[in-house]
């Protein structure tokens, strides 16, 4: 069984357009989070979900909006899509800070 | 948080010992070390973590001095497969300011 897995894997759309990513854990984990991996190979958080509650909320654009229908799910909602929005977007879950990430396969987002 | 320092890539052979060092002055009383790998197209996986002195696990040690201002990953006998991007991360209880920066890129050549 996949631990964290998302959808879709890849996504090409075109800029001004609306789309989302889900992202889905079965490991029971408490906290789930949403990174942006660009072309440099940075990885850097964009948010974090504990118990449904947003813990942090990076310098992202507020196109940009978490969305936890429940502890197993974090989905990513992108308004008005730009340019810059190329990356790849991972999705990975803990049972606490401290604790081992288990990440998610990757969406590979292009906007063109 | 911790801001980390990693060399930007490391050159290797196969059966050769990789230590990867990542420099963290500013770590707290709380925080913790914990290193990733990440294949291409995949995402990070977990290694090894460590608070201070050393932790061995099958795949890797971890070393960390006594001041715990940097810390060095040590993969013994290195293969191809070991190529990949290699992550610092210093984190303490309830920092959900993560941040994994650039990490190391460590090919291992024939």
């Known amino acids: 069984d996949t631990a964290v897995s998302q959808t879709p894997k890849y996504l090409v759309t075109q800029m001004g357009n609306d789309k989302s990513i889900k992202c889905e854990q079965n490991?029971?984990?408490?906290?789930m989070y949403w990174y942006k991996q660009d072309s440099k190979k940075f990885l850097k958080i964009m948010f974090s979900y504990n118990n449904k509650e947003l813990i942090i909320n990076e310098t992202v654009p507020n196109r940009f909006s978490p969305k936890s229908p429940d502890k197993a799910h974090l989905n990513l909602h992108i308004n008005s899509l730009e340019l810059g929005d190329s990356a790849v977007y991972f999705c990975?879950?803990?049972?606490?800070?401290?604790?081992?990430?288990?990440f998610g396969p990757g969406t590979r987002l292009t906007v063109t | 948080l911790a801001k980390t320092t990693q060399p930007i890539s490391m050159d290797s052979y196969e059966g050769q010992e990789v230590n990867i060092t990542c420099s963290h002055n500013n770590i707290a009383t709380n925080d913790y070390i914990t290193w990733y790998q990440q294949f291409p197209s995949q995402g990070p996986r977990f290694i090894i973590q460590?608070?201070?002195t050393k932790v061995t696990n099958e795949v890797a040690s971890l070393f960390i001095p006594a001041d715990r201002k940097s810390s060095t990953l040590s993969l013994p006998r290195v293969s191809l497969s070991d190529t990949a991007v290699y992550y610092c991360?210093?984190?303490?209880?309830?920092?959900?300011?993560?941040?994994f920066g650039a990490g190391t890129t460590v090919t291992v050549r024939a």
């Open positions: 490991l029971g984990h408490d906290t």
């Open positions: 990975a879950s803990s049972q606490s800070t401290l604790g081992e990430q288990y």
């Open positions: 460590g608070y201070k």
């Open positions: 991360l210093v984190a303490g209880p309830n920092d959900y300011k993560l941040s």
